[in-house]
Structure formats: C-alpha cells, structure tokens
C-alpha cells in the first residue's frame, strides 16, 4: 500500500481501474479456493471444534444438581450459613430424594455432592434409602437420626455450592484445588492431591521419551538419507512397518517380550549379561521402552523429509576448509536440520502427553498418565464434569507448547 | 450439490445400516469374558439362540457402577442383559439403571438360594477371589493372607484385583483379623487405615488386574508369585489347559453375581425371557461342569456330580472357612472406598 500510494491508479483509456479488475479476479479465485475447503471446514466445525466446545462447557457447567432437587436449592437459596438450617430446606430435601429415588436424578444429586466432599454419595444413598414418603413436617432431627452428618452445616453447604448454573470446582479440582469453608481457593489436603503429580509425571514421561525418540531417531534419519538407494528402501520399510501396524498388536507384543519368563530376559540371561531377569514390563522401563517404539517413525520421518534437502556438500565443504568432522556436523548440518527435529519431538511429544492405551498396558498403577485418567472419569465413573477439566487443561498445555515452539521453529527458519 | 448428495446417500445406507440391526430379533449379554463366559455361552447362550431365534450378541467388562451410568446417562443402551456383582445390582437398583424384573415370567423366588432372587437382578452364579499360585512353581505355597503378605518367604510379585473389594479384605485378613469380623474391622475409620497400611506393605509388589483372564496369566507366565484371583479362572485353566494351579480355599470370599437388564434396554422381552431361561434348574445344573462356577437355583444345585462340586464355591469343605462378601457393606462404601483406593494406588 506505502509503494501504491505515491502513483496514481494504472488505468485503460476507457476508465476501468485495473486494480479493481484484478482484485476482482482475485476475489473470485479467493471465493473458488474458499469453496473447495468449504467441506473440510464445516467436517472440522462439526467434529472437531464443537465436541471440544461442548466438552470444555461440560468443565464447568453446573446445572444437574438443581434439575435433580429444585427444592432444596430453592429453600437454601437465601441462607446465609450463619443462622441454622431452615426448616423448609429439611422437608425440601426430603421431598426431592423421595422423588428422585429410583430414577438416575438421584445418581445426579448424590454423585454432584459426592464429587463436592467424598464420602457424600453414601451420605444421600443411605439417607434416600430410609425415606419412603414426603414429610413437610420434617425437622433436622429426623434427618439428623438417619445420618448424624445432617446435624452439620458442611452438606447443606455443599448443597448450596452445587446449586449452579456454573462451578468451577471441577477445574480448581484438576489443579489440586478447592474452595474451602470460607470459599476461598486452596489447596486439597495432600492425602487427596494427585492431579498435579500426574501432570507433572505425564509431562515428566513425554520428555524423556522424545529425548530417546530424538538421540535414536536422527542416526536412523540420516543413515536413510546417505545409503544406498537400496538399503534406504529396505531401513525405509522397518521404519514404515511397525509404523502400520495396530497399536494394540504392538503393545501387547511388548508384554510378551518384555515379561518375566520373556524373550527377552531369556536372551539376556543365555548371553549372561544378566543371572536374575530384569523387571521390564508393568513398570516405568516398560512403558518408556514401548511408547518411544510406537513414536518413534513420528520422529524419523519429519527429519528424514528434511534431511532429504540438506545437502551432504556443505559439510564437505567445511572440512576441506579446516574443519574438524564433529565441528562440521555441529555448526554446519545440524543447524540445517534443525526445523525437522522441532517437528519431530513436537510430533512424538504432542502424542506422548495424550497417550493412553500403551501405558494402561504396560505401565504399573503408578505409571499412568492424565490420559489414563480422562478416560477413568469419563467411562468408569461418569464423571464427566471432572473428565472435560482435565481434558480442557492438557488441551491448553499443548496449545501453549505448540504455539511456543512454532514461535521457535519460526525464529530459526528466518535466522537462517 | 454432487457432494451433498453424496452424503446424503452415505447418511441414508448409514441409517439403514443401524435400522437393519435394531430390527433383527436380538440381545445383548454382557458378561465377565473369559472361561466363564464361554462356559455361559455355550450352556445358556447358544441354546437359547437356538430354541427361540433370537440372535445373541456378546460383549464382556469388567465391572463397574460407573460404566453402566456411563452407558445408560449416555443413551448407549446397546447393552441389555449384564451380568453384574451384588453391590452393583443394589445401587443401579437404587439409582434406576436396571430394570424392575418381572417375575411372573421368570419364576419362583424361593426356588433360589436366599439372596439370589432380587427386584432388580437374578442370581446367575456363586463364584470365589481367592489366593491362587502356580503348582509347578511352588511345592511349598501359600497356605493363608498371611503368606501372601510374607516377602521372605516367598519373593516375587503378588497380583490383585484392581479396586478396593477384595483387596481389603485380604488384607486385613493377612494383618490377623478373623475371616468372621473383617466387616466389623473394615466399617470403621481405623479399620479402613489398617487395611491400606497393610497394603503398603507390599504396595511395589502388586501387579495389579482388571480383566478376569489377567490373573491366571499372569501367574502362568511368572510374573507373579501368586495372586488373589477368580478361583474358578485357575479351576479351567487347570482343566483346559493343563496347569497345575493350587487354590487356598480357606480366607476366599464368595459372592453371588446376578443377572440385570440395563434401563432403557430395547430388548427387555427377550432379555426377561432369557432370565427366566438361564436361572432355570434344567439349564444351571449343566453351568458349574464348564463354568467352575456355583448355581443359583436350589433344584440344579441338587443335580451337580460331587465331582464337579468339588471345585465350586458351593461346596461344603469349600466354605468352611471361606468369607461371605458382605454386600451392604459395599453398597455403603464402595464409591468412597474406590476413590480413595485410586487415589492410594496412583502415588
């Protein structure tokens, strides 16, 4: 526009501006590449970006609980924690849980309290059991005979936290979190804090296994490039072929290998590097051993793609100028495949923090990762409040390290 | 426009995909896989499908309140008959997963063993967890919880159920506390701290299971020294497969499983008639041969070979000193007792 503005509009003698024709040419291009990406944006907005919308709403949408018992959360809708437990409130709850018995609201009622304060599920199950009919002259002694935890005030202010439209309690939860008495933010007592650990070990566990896939993956990338057209297609094919295959079958085959009595703690016995077998599997070793096999061609190919436009001649020509062989690699190639090994581990690292299957397999109990633990609370528990949190925070996680990184890998490309 | 109408067809033999399997004449039978599950198949399911046309599809879990929430709060009713263990039946009872069965069509209730006949589910087997190691390993095994608990004395990995029931049990049972009052120890908060203390013990040890085939395997390979599995997994296997398995019936826990049709079910007819044919004394008495399992039903439990019953939980010697699972204790805690198992377990 800066060059544009100093000249004035190229036009024909008859008038037409010749920009405008062109930008309107160009729109009509713009509009027919539009069209032909029409069908991939609308697959995209439909099966990708809203499952994601509705999931991260499901992080904190809080409604349930008040479809399930519309009274109690009527009745304690003004009570200021203070002054004790309206009366009204007792005979409401009451009259919610009779109603709510035997249909899932009460599943709704009892698991919101429960993911609240656990131990509260039972609370409302046990309580709902021993009431058969309304009673609208209900005091809290009658509750209080049924379970002494009615005498508190803590329930009813459950009660009151869960009554919505919208909590964050699921999120803080992700994070080790939680409002206390007062409603403030703080930390769960350490005997319930675990989502911080996990966190951490999945992010711990993603990055040694991209440093393995990166220290193994390289030599392999560059061997593919400099051998013979023949032994490339051949290395090309055992890189391609676990690549192909199931991941199940992959996994399973590495308990068998990796077992006790296995292939290969027998071999490592019989050539007498070990006299007792090693414990390979349903532990860290094993895990670590079969994640970076699944990840590694994710490493291999984008660097071998690189690598593939680097030429050889370059180093050549370092060391006939003086340079040590070591020095020519690291100042002179290295840094020409540098984009290459930015997109592989972030490739193999992005899949390594969501990995679930490989590890629920071959990892023990304290080797699972977030998404071990995403998939417990959405399938085993129905928990989904807590699942869409803890999906929602490793979803910003990655946007945040892929964002970073692509700032990296476009630094390097112009500094180039 | 082309693509649209592409789609539209690809939607259209979609749909009539789904239609064309709603149709048919069918159910579901989610069971716990393995060597029971093919017992069942063979002893109820294919008969079944034979005499009445209707076509069985399987499908096995392993457990699990919240799957069965998962599966009907999801509208996924794809599920119609599951074979579930006794807390599980209560709460879905409770909570409205399961159907109310209808008993005029499936039978008498005092044709079955006290506790089998329920509103919501049916007695289909009496299985047993209990300790189990490897013969051909060991000559001298494990005689109590105690021993289970003694890494001297026997090195190695152990493996467990994953999940509190059971695990808790044992492992009071191995701290001293008589079979008879590990419910009374386990309803209170210390008896509760005990249990997971205890299994500190030998937390780094535990290999822990989830499905039913994992435990004999896993002792089979040597990966573990022994374990606490489905007794009546290491009975087939010994059968079929030629182990040498030694079960430790003393400090065992039995249990009734029952039959239950999942809420919103599309096949509740033929899932009631299936009850109805799968608790019959005619049909039970043919299932603990196959299944190592016990019955239900008082009239097939009469019919069972003393050979057979030799193996089950149902037999006499079996349950001298064997635990009854108490299932209103975990009806009352199981939620609680599994979060903080979870929690316990993935430090």
Redo the contacts between chains.
């Keep these: 526009m800066h060059a544009s503005s100093m000249t004035a509009p190229i036009s024909y003698d008859d008038g037409v501006d010749l920009r405008a024709q062109l930008r309107r040419s160009q729109r009509r291009q713009q509009l027919l590449a539009f069209g032909l990406v029409a069908p991939l944006l609308l697959f995209l907005a439909i099966n990708f970006i809203t499952p994601i919308a509705l999931i991260l709403k499901n992080s904190v949408d809080d409604r349930a609980f008040s479809k399930a018992a519309p009274e109690v959360v009527a009745a304690l809708k003004n009570w200021d924690h203070e002054s004790p437990v309206p009366q009204e409130a007792v005979s409401a709850l009451i009259s919610d849980l009779v109603h709510a018995k035997g249909t899932p609201r009460l599943n709704a009622i009892a698991s919101r309290l429960n993911q609240d304060v656990s131990g509260y599920r039972s609370l409302i199950m046990s309580t709902a059991r021993r009431l058969t009919e309304p009673q609208p002259a209900a005091t809290l002694d009658d509750l209080a005979r049924i379970s002494p935890m009615w005498e508190e005030a803590a329930p009813w202010k459950a009660i009151q936290r869960a009554s919505g439209p919208v909590s964050s309690m699921h999120l803080l939860a992700a994070l080790d979190l939680q409002h206390d008495v007062d409603g403030n933010i703080a930390k769960v007592p350490p005997e319930e804090a675990v989502f911080l650990t996990i966190f951490g070990r999945t992010f711990w566990i993603s990055m040694i296994v991209t440093a393995c896939c990166l220290l193994l993956g390289y030599p392999v990338a560059y061997l593919l490039c400099t051998a013979t057209p023949r032994a490339a297609s051949i290395m090309m094919l055992a890189v391609l072929i676990p690549f192909w295959t199931a991941l199940l079958v992959r996994t399973s085959a590495w308990v068998v290998l990796l077992q006790r009595e296995g292939v290969v703690n027998h071999f490592l016995q019989w050539i007498g590097v070990t006299e007792a077998p090693l414990e390979l599997v349903f532990n860290r070793t094993g895990t670590y051993i079969a994640l970076v096999h699944v990840l590694l061609p994710f490493m291999i190919l984008p660097i071998y793609s690189l690598m593939k436009g680097v030429s050889v001649h370059t180093v050549r020509a370092a060391i006939s100028l003086g340079s040590s062989p070591f020095t020519a690699f690291r100042r002179v190639y290295f840094p020409q495949t540098i984009p290459g090994v930015i997109s592989g581990c972030l490739l193999v690292f992005v899949l390594s923090i969501g990995f679930y299957i490989t590890p629920a397999l071959i990892g023990g109990i304290s080797d699972q990762m977030i998404g071990y633990f995403i998939a417990h609370f959405t399938t085993e528990t129905a928990n989904w409040p807590m699942g869409a949190a803890l999906g929602g925070i490793l979803l910003l996680i990655t946007i945040m390290l892929l964002a970073g990184l692509g700032y990296l890998r476009g630094r390097s490309r112009t500094s180039r | 426009m082309k693509?649209l109408k592409s789609i539209s067809i690809a939607m259209a033999m979609t749909a009539a995909v789904v239609a064309g399997t709603v149709q048919a004449s069918q159910l579901n039978i989610t069971a716990w896989g393995g060597s029971t599950q093919a017992a069942q198949k063979k002893v109820y399911y294919d008969p079944f499908s034979e005499k009445t046309g209707v076509k069985i599809i399987e499908d096995s879990w392993s457990g699990?309140l919240?799957?069965l929430?998962?599966r009907?709060?999801g509208g996924n009713t794809s599920w119609d008959v599951v074979q579930v263990e006794a807390d599980e039946m209560i709460?879905g009872?409770?909570?409205?997963?399961l159907e109310q069965l209808d008993w005029d069509k499936i039978g008498q209730k005092e044709d079955f063993i006290p506790g089998a006949a329920a509103d919501c589910g049916i007695g289909a087997v009496v299985w047993s967890t209990g300790l189990v190691y490897d013969g051909k390993r060991l000559n001298e095994g494990p005689k109590t919880w105690a021993d289970f608990w003694d890494l001297e004395k026997f090195p190695g990995?152990r493996t467990l159920r994953?999940g509190p029931k059971y695990t808790l049990e044992f492992a009071l049972m191995a701290d001293g506390v008589p079979g008879g009052q590990v419910y009374e120890v386990l309803s209170t908060t210390e008896g509760v701290e005990r249990a997971f203390k205890k299994l500190d013990e030998i937390k780094d040890e535990i290999?822990?299971w989830s499905a039913g085939a994992q435990g004999p395997q896993l002792i089979a390979?040597?990966?573990v020294t022994m374990g606490g599995i489905y007794i009546s997994r290491a009975v087939s296997a010994n059968q079929a497969e030629g182990t040498n398995f030694q079960v430790v019936w003393p400090g065992s826990v039995y249990a009734i499983d029952y039959f239950v049709i999942l809420s919103g079910s599309k096949n509740k007819e033929n899932a009631t008639d299936f009850l109805a044919y799968a608790t019959s004394a005619d049909r039970q008495k043919d299932y603990p041969a196959y299944g190592n399992q016990g019955v239900t039903n008082i009239k097939a439990n009469e019919l069972i070979d003393p050979n057979v019953l030799k193996n089950l939980p149902t037999a006499p010697a079996n349950q001298k000193d064997a635990l009854a699972l108490d299932p209103e204790f975990w009806?009352?805690?199981i939620?609680?007792l599994t979060?903080?198992f979870?929690?316990w377990?993935?430090?």
Excluded: F, H
């Excluded at chain 2, 009872?93 to 997963?97: F, K, P, Q, S």
């Design positions: 693509a699990g919240g799957i929430r998962t009907v709060q709460l009872c409770e909570e409205g997963l990995k994953r290999v822990w390979s040597g990966e009806v009352e805690n939620e609680k979060q903080r979870n929690v377990a993935s430090r």
